[in-house]
């Protein structure tokens, strides 16, 4: 026992000096918790915010790559067409250069009776 105090007052006085070293581990823990908190916030609006832009960019180009596509299909289209009108006017000279064959052929003839 120390001199002049009782040993109450010793294990109150230690009790209390213990709850307070509790107490401040405590607030100290849940300080660095709320930091912890607040940075895994920040990183994780910084991600969302990057994760948006990419979203964002992908559909962009996923919409420039469905009119790249409409616009190749008008295309094809339109050689079709082409290739099409192409054969008939073949055809049609094919015809005509034999027409024309048929006469110089039937004059020809002619000429030589």
């Known amino acids: 026992m120390l001199r002049g105090f009782e040993t109450g007052n010793i294990f109150t006085a230690a009790y209390h000096a213990q709850q307070f070293a509790n107490d401040q581990m405590e607030m100290a823990y849940a300080a660095i918790q709320e930091r912890e908190k607040r940075e895994y ?55 005509l250069e034999q027409m024309y064959s048929e006469l110089r052929r039937s004059n020809a003839a002619a000429a030589g009776t």
């Open 41 to 95: 916030e920040k990183k994780y609006a910084k991600v969302r915010t990057k994760l948006e832009d990419v979203h964002a960019a992908y559909s962009k180009e996923k919409a420039k790559r469905q009119e790249m596509v409409k616009a190749l299909n008008v295309f094809k289209t339109k050689q079709k067409e082409i290739y099409r009108k192409y054969e008939q006017v073949c055809g049609q000279k094919r015809r």
